[in-house]
């Protein structure tokens, strides 16, 4: 059982917060790198000039905004099925951070639509479904705060979760599905379209939005585990919780 002693809050508070540290140093490095690629060393684009370089912003935050909340989903289900407290406060920290990401791949993908399509914003499928998402993910954080029960909270906020991972496929197949303004897939395995240099810069950024995500998750679950295990002997152990009385 030694394997599952980390699914206790008291195990894995100090574990998040050596691994929230790793993580945000490692997001902070590789957002530099990619923004030294992305705009200044990646060529100008043929047809959409210096504009097409919002997406080494865009196009990571809509990705992480898709793979939060299937991971924000995954562990309410967790939570679900094993009744997990460490499950549920994992679901709680990812969605406000799922949400900061589908506003800023919305915010980014209008001020990129006016100077491609001309205009900020046209109710086309994706669009449409990455809206219904951050929708979505203020639910689920205003379904909690209406809740004063953590445990039923947990279960409600589950159950809507899982509800609604059904709209992640069909913000990532809307271009297939429907003619939208959205051009298909450039990067596919083995076979993409956009220039090296590009898509280094991208990938760099990716990672960047990817590890930045995680390094906030778990600075925000280990604020979650001391609200929520205030009354337990290990939290009145922290040093931290100490200092402070």
Known sequence: MSGFKYAAPAQFYPLAGKMALWFGVS???LAVIGLVIGLYIA???????DSYRIIFIHVPAAWMSMFLYVVMAFWGAIALGMNTRLSAMMAQSIAPTGALMTAIALWTGALWGKPTWGTYWAWDARMTSELILLFLYLG?????????????A??????????GVVNVP???????????LHQGATIKAGNSSIDDIMLAGLLFMVFAFWFYSVAVTLVRLRT??????V????VARLPEVKEER
């Open 224 to 229: 979650i585990m001391l609200e929520r295990e």
């Open 27 to 29: 997001a902070a490095v």
């Open 231 to 234: 009354g337990a002997a290990w």
């Open 170 to 180: 069909i913000i990532y197949m809307s271009v297939n599905w429907w003619n939208t």
């Open 154 to 163: 947990d279960k409600a906020c589950s159950v809507l979760a899982l509800v």
């Open 140 to 152: 689920i954080i205003a379904l909690r705060n209406a809740i004063d029960d953590p445990r039923r």
């Open 43 to 49: 060529p100008i684009d043929v047809t959409q000039k």
